[in-house]
């Protein structure tokens, strides 16, 4: 008798279910802000990475609207054939300009630059080095191109220099690969140290500005110039989703590397370009970045005030360290961070419960936004102190 192939998903689905690790869909209506529409409700957004409010804003709007009248709705085709806009290169000028390098490329996502950047530049000869904690793009970027992967633990600088002084000399090619900001956690990498590395052993280093861009460093050009390594030898990745309000991703290096990229880069070639509404919104997004620095100095106001007010109100809940916009707030079990969900949006607002095995224990996931207000952050501590004072 013939077995059902598909049988054992049913059964997956039902392991899922028994750990706590189901997941679906929530449907938010109407504009994104700082408070939101949720399944017909309204509710505080400490969900979103739209750490900038720049995804609503009338000005980025116009200009996708404006795109779409002037090109259409889609690119057509590959930037190498039928999919090159005069927006594409504007797009790249200004994110070059932002991250002061030489160059930069444009993908139709953040996730596609990781995959395409990473397996052009190493393979099976090559080795590459990766924080245990970096996100799934460069997880499987750092697979599919067939390179020997070590990980090491988070932002341990001591193993990672090991790991090069026991391996690096058995390699043609090393690439270091690292978040800057990891999106999950919300501290930063080593930067400096990462980069003293890269140069003593010769290899290259990646870093993944995706939840940095727009949000740190003086002018919002993220953790490089946050940590001074402004025009230091590296290669910048990051997308146009989060703080931006667009969508897309992008790498920024030097001439040669980028050059190299659009000639090897599989997801860059072998996929339609990036349409020209996202990347005029993307384009209009970093020109009120670097024209409203207020709006940069108001979300760090709240991330500060947050932090104050936790450490008053919540002093004995495991608040994970961070040094960005997004604080996390560690639970026992899956069970408990959805339970702590639950509570949160019943009292109107909206604090994802994250769980494994997206991360290795769970937590409530508080993002903060520039255009939240006074009330809102402290309606999230009395609604959590709330929580905490009922068990």
């Known amino acids: 008798m013939a077995v059902d192939p598909y049988a054992w998903i049913e059964q997956s689905l039902a392991t899922i279910h028994r750990a706590d690790w189901y997941r679906s869909v929530q449907t938010i209506n109407g504009d994104p802000g700082a408070t939101v529409l949720l399944e017909g409700r309204e509710v505080i957004n400490f969900a979103s990475n739209d750490y900038l409010g720049l995804a609503g804003d009338w000005r980025l709007i116009a200009a996708a609207t ?22 594409h290169c504007e797009l790249e000028e200004a994110i070059a300009s932002l991250k002061q390098t030489e160059d930069a490329l444009v993908f139709s996502s953040g996730y596609l630059a990781n ?9 099976k000869r090559d080795l590459i080095l990766a924080d245990q904690y970096n996100h799934s ?4 970027g750092a697979i599919l191109s067939g390179a020997t992967i070590i990980e090491f633990p988070h932002c341990d600088v001591c193993a990672l220099k090991s790991e090069l002084q026991r391996v690096r000399q058995n ?3 090393c690439l270091i690969v690292t978040d800057s900001v ?5 501290d930063l990498c080593p930067l400096p140290a990462l980069l003293e590395l ?19 460093g003086k002018t919002g050009a993220g953790c490089v110039e946050h940590f001074g390594c402004t025009g230091r030898q590296l290669i910048q990745i990051g997308t146009m989703s989060k703080a931006l309000g667009s969508l897309g991703g992008y790498v920024a290096a030097n001439a040669t590397l980028i050059d190299f ?15 020209p509404a996202d990347a005029a919104a993307a384009l209009a997004a970093i020109h009120v970045v670097q024209q409203e620095p207020q709006r940069h100095t108001q979300l760090w106001q709240n991330v500060a005030q947050l932090k104050e007010l936790m450490q008053k109100y919540l002093p004995n809940q495991r608040l994970l360290p961070s040094e960005s916009p997004i604080l996390c707030l560690q639970l026992p079990s899956a069970a408990d961070a959805l339970k702590v969900g639950q509570y949160l949006k019943s009292a109107g607002i909206f604090a994802p ?10 937590r409530i996931r508080i993002s903060v936004m520039a255009t939240h207000e006074a009330a809102h952050i402290e309606k999230l501590i009395q609604s959590l102190h709330s929580w905490f004072e009922k068990l």
């Open 353 to 362: 419960a994250i769980r494994p095995p997206t991360v290795p224990t769970s």
């Open 198 to 216: 890269a140069e003593e052993f010769s290899c290259m280093l990646l870093v993944d500005e995706a939840h940095a861009t727009g949000v740190l």
């Open 115 to 123: 995959l395409g950047t990473i397996t052009a530049l190493v393979g």
């Open 171 to 173: 390699y043609r090619r």
């Open 66 to 87: 404006a795109a779409i009248q002037e090109y259409g709705t889609g690119s057509t085709g590959s930037r190498l054939l039928s999919g090159h806009r005069k927006l």
């Open 137 to 140: 793009s460069l997880k499987n």
């Open 261 to 275: 990229l659009r000639n090897r880069a599989s997801t860059w070639i072998y996929t339609t370009a990036l349409s």
């Open 182 to 186: 990891f999106s999950m956690d919300g």
